[in-house]
Nanobody, 114 residues
Framework: QVQLVESGGGLVQPGGSLKLSCAVS????????MYWVRQAPGKGLEWIST???????AYANSVKGRFTISRDNAKNTLYLQMNSLKPDDTALYYC????????RGQGTQVTVSS
């Protein structure tokens, strides 16, 4: 049974940092491209980052230079380090096996507010 479980969200002030985790099971993380997507209140899903099997990365312009995606295959865990957070980053964050978010987990809420 494939499972993706996100954690690490919370309330943070503008300019702060958070590190999200995504624990996966039921498939081999080491042979999977993985993605982070997010959904802000009242908006659709937005792709924000990709990591390939060889750990090559890509980012949406909205997060480039502030977010870093990484993976630990031994722990079957995907990460998203988020720095210099802005109120516009407020969203439900999901890890997913596809860029459209169809295979995403349950999500973790990130709220950026003073």
């Amino acid at each position: 049974q494939v499972q993706l479980v996100e954690s690490g969200g919370g309330l943070v002030q503008p300019g702060g940092s958070l590190k999200l985790s995504c624990a996966v099971s039921g498939f081999a993380l080491s042979t999977s491209w993985m993605y982070w997507v997010r959904q802000a209140p009242g908006k659709g899903l937005e792709w924000i980052s990709t990591i390939s099997v060889n750990s090559k990365t890509a980012y949406a312009n909205s997060v480039k230079g502030r977010f870093t995606i990484s993976r630990d295959n031994a722990k079957n865990t995907l990460y998203l380090q988020m720095n210099s957070l802005k109120p516009d980053d407020t969203a439900l964050y999901y890890c997913s096996r596809d860029s459209g978010g169809a295979t995403r987990g349950q999500g973790t809420q990130v709220t950026v507010s003073s």
